[in-house]
């Protein structure tokens, strides 16, 4: 079967010799299958799915082959260069791009080998969705760390308010106990309403791109999000009114927590606070 | 509800461990992995902020699928439309169009019609003036008849068919309907006070005197006959449900009877009046007519019509006749009228 897939792969045409190969099909059944061995049926249906001209070349581009490298110069690295403008149009990810490119060719070594990104490339997807993922978790990495890397907003340069508002006593306890049946809520909604959810919120992916990423349609995106908001405010006021609040405090609670810009909004405590999220746009398109 | 989602799921933190891989990550998105792992992914990056900004980015850094290109654009077929468009009408025109008469035997059976039109009588009342009125309206267009402007180019389009010739068989039809003719020329002079010479051309009057009479356009499963006022030579025809049985009023004559779906066929015993405009055949042997004037003819045994009684004197357009005794009868201002005892009685 592995000469097969070696002839499937046009593994020859870079010069990657079977033994190769069938190395490189052995590494990606180990990541597929961590700690298990495999039946004989589940491993060949595995490899047959496997994208073996993809692994064929990520061989060659590993051992430096330069029909290999032209090959991916040609086809993948303008793909990475739009992957990187897509990502932040602003060209950070180009420079991430242009840093992955490096790590593709193996500039890095380690005890005196020369280190190729593409020995984790193993053909479970296509190699240009490959380049495009590890462009993604380099950059969220990127901005994360230069998230926590910037100074706080000075508070003092933000004028002072002359009256400060009057301060409900009993909302901190109103939006605690919402965030936190709120929490609970969004803990136990299923894995797909959760990330549909998530996708739409938190990381602002219209819901054509949710419906990319899911499988769906993006109509079925929308029915399930409305669907799942509507589930999600009748367990909030549930599990509020487990807590013992009747219903005009689960109103109130509810527009507390509407309002209130987080557990510790120093604008808010000052008089200044000034409405932190705007209304949610369209996404629809 | 807003609000509180995005802050709450913003606030989620990124798992400890357990992370997707790259690799995992494009082949969940590619939809390649097996339910069970995908399962897992799914799971892992519902709940952690890194793996689910990972995510997005990756969608957002994928291309939109292009929509697939209609066969229409991608061949740039837009330039067949008005190609095909025209062609079609082209087609539809030749088909229709009857073959073009040679002009001296135009000129000679219009020649014909302008003979056999005498001078102007002054219509007559008696009952023959009843089939002098069909022939009249088998001849030429009434003013309710008169065709609109494009209707017209049809009339000239058939003054120049073949069918040109039975115009000319009118032309010598005997003395009565001669006279039909000429009550109908007068006719307008009624209000006008200058009649037209006798000699002039009838289509120098109106395009395609002559050549107006009634055709039938038959419903091939109901026994209902809508007649339509067409600027055609052909005489009304009515056929029954099995189209085997047919009745033709012909220039105003006698109606013909077949059984043999046309094959031969039979004159009636009397000639029918009031220029037939519609029909309708119920059942064997069956025959209802109507036309001008409050015009109801009924036979039972196929040949024999006789005229019903009608409360008014208005032009009748179609008929739907159900037995020898009831039948709906349309008029051509939109009334109905229906009777259940063979005309004796006529309800609104």
């Given amino acids: 079967m592995v000469r097969e897939l070696f002839t499937r792969a046009h593994a020859a045409r870079w010069e990657v010799s079977p033994a190769q190969f069938e190395v490189a099909l052995a590494r990606s059944l180990l990541k597929a299958f961590p700690g298990q061995v495999p039946s004989t049926s589940e491993a060949e249906k595995y490899l047959r799915g496997l994208h073996l001209e993809d692994l064929a070349l990520a061989c060659a581009c590993e051992n430096g082959h330069e029909g290999g490298w032209e090959h991916f110069v040609r086809e993948f690295r303008p793909q990475l260069y739009r992957a990187a403008s897509a990502i932040d149009p602003t060209g950070g990810a180009r420079e991430l791009a242009d840093a992955l490119y490096a790590d593709l060719f193996g500039l890095k070594e380690r005890d005196g080998i020369r280190q190729s990104l593409f020995r984790y490339f193993h053909g479970r997807s296509s190699l240009s969705t490959w380049l495009r993922s590890v462009l993604s978790q380099r950059n969220v990495d990127r901005v994360r760390s230069e998230r926590r890397l910037e100074p706080l907003p000075d508070e003092s340069t933000r004028p002072l308010a002359a009256t400060p508002a009057p301060v409900n006593p009993d909302r901190p306890r109103h939006v605690a106990a919402l965030m936190a049946a709120l929490a609970s809520v969004i803990e136990r909604l299923t894995p797909r309403d959760r990330l549909r959810l998530a996708c739409y919120y938190a990381q602002d992916l219209t819901l054509a791109q949710i419906g990319r990423m899911t499988g769906e349609h993006e109509a079925t995106v929308s029915r399930h999000l409305t669907r799942t908001r509507r589930d999600v405010r009748r367990d909030v006021e549930d599990e509020l009114r487990r807590h013992g609040m009747a219903a005009p405090e689960i109103v109130e609670c509810l527009a507390q927590g509407v309002d209130d810009a987080g557990a510790l909004d120093i604008g808010d405590l000052l008089g200044t606070a000034e409405p932190r999220k705007d209304s949610v746009p369209d996404r629809s398109r | ?348």
């Fill in chain 2, 1 to 348: 509800m807003d609000p509180l989602l995005s802050r709450a799921l913003s606030g989620l933190q990124a798992a400890d461990a357990g992370c997707v891989d790259a690799e995992t990550m494009a082949a969940w998105v590619e939809r390649t992995l097996p339910s069970s792992a995908a399962a897992q992914v799914e799971a892992h990056v519902s709940s952690c902020s890194r793996c689910q900004a990972a995510m997005a980015t990756l969608v957002r850094s994928i291309p939109a699928p292009t929509p697939v290109e209609s066969l229409w654009k991608r061949w740039q077929l837009g330039w067949l439309v008005p190609i095909a468009g025209t062609a079609a009408a082209v087609a539809i025109y030749v088909a229709a169009r009857p073959p073009a008469q040679p002009a001296p035997e135009l000129a000679q059976s219009r020649a014909a019609v302008a003979s056999a039109t005498p001078a102007a009588v002054p219509p007559s009342v008696t009952p023959e003036s009843d089939a002098k009125r069909e022939a009249r309206a088998d001849t030429a267009p009434s003013e309710k008849t008169a065709p609109p402007p494009a209707a017209q180019g049809n009339v000239a389009r058939d003054a120049a068919s073949p069918r040109e010739e039975q115009v000319q068989e009118r032309g010598r039809a005997p003395q009565s309907e001669t006279v039909g003719l000429s009550a109908e020329a007068s006719r307008p002079q009624a209000s006008a006070p200058a009649a037209p010479p006798a000699s002039a051309p009838r289509e120098a009057q109106a395009p395609g005197v002559g050549s107006v009479a009634e055709t039938v356009i038959v419903s091939g499963v109901a026994p209902v006959v809508e007649a339509r006022r067409a600027f055609t030579v052909e005489p009304l025809e009515v056929r029954s449900a099995t189209g085997a049985e047919r009745w033709r009023v012909a220039a105003g004559a006698t109606v013909q009877h077949s059984i043999d779906s046309g094959a031969t066929w039979q004159a009636g015993t009397a000639p029918v009046s009031g220029g037939i405009r519609a029909g309708s055949a119920p059942g064997a042997g069956i025959c209802w007519l109507v036309g001008n004037g409050g015009a109801v003819w009924v036979a039972t045994d196929g040949t024999t019509f006789r005229r019903l009684p009608f409360p008014e004197t208005i032009d009748l357009a179609s008929v739907l006749a159900t037995s020898a005794r009831a039948a709906t009868v349309t008029s051509s201002d939109g009334r109905t009228f229906r009777t259940d005892d063979q005309g004796m009685t006529w309800s609104q």
